[in-house]
C-alpha cells in the first residue's frame, strides 16, 4: 500500500506562491503510480487541480489552476510537486496528493475513482 504525505501548506497573501510537496514513504515507489493533486474547502465538495503521468512527461490541469499552478515529479527523490503561484483567496483548502494505477496518459486521471492511494493533506490559506 503507497503511503503519501503532503507539506508545504501555510498562510500566504493574494499574489504570493507555495510549492506543495509529496513524498512517498516506506517501500512506496511513485515512479509506478500516476499522480495528481485534489482540494477541498470548507462546505465543497474535494475538486481536481493537477496529474501528471508516470513518467512525468504528460501533465493535466483543471482550468481554475491553468497558467498558475504546475505539477512535476521528481522520481528520483520519490516527490510530486505542485507549484502555486499567483495564488487567490479562492485557492483556500486542504490540498491532498493520491497515487493512480495504470499507464495513461493525465487528463484520465482527473475523477478521485481513477486514484488509489491519498494522503492525509495539507492546509492552504490564501488572504486577501
Known amino acids: 500500500q503507497a503511503q503519501l504525505e503532503e507539506s508545504g501548506g501555510g498562510l500566504v497573501q493574494a499574489g504570493d506562491s507555495l510549492r506543495l510537496s509529496c513524498a512517498a514513504s516506506g517501500r512506496t515507489i511513485l515512479s509506478m503510480y500516476a499522480m495528481g493533486w485534489f482540494r477541498q474547502a470548507p462546505g465543497k465538495e474535494r475538486e481536481f487541480v493537477a496529474a501528471i503521468s508516470r513518467s512525468g512527461g504528460n501533465t493535466y490541469c483543471s482550468d481554475s489552476v491553468k497558467g498558475r499552478f504546475t505539477i512535476s515529479r521528481h522520481n528520483a527523490k520519490n516527490t510530486v510537486y505542485l507549484q502555486m503561484n499567483s495564488l487567490k483567496p479562492e485557492d483556500t483548502a486542504v490540498y491532498y496528493c493520491?497515487?493512480?494505477?495504470?499507464?495513461?496518459?493525465?487528463?484520465?486521471?482527473?475523477?478521485?475513482?481513477?486514484?488509489?492511494?491519498w494522503g492525509q493533506g495539507t492546509q492552504v490559506s490564501v488572504s486577501s
Open positions: 493520491a497515487a493512480g494505477r495504470g499507464h495513461y496518459s493525465a487528463d484520465y486521471y482527473d475523477t478521485e475513482n481513477k486514484y488509489d492511494y
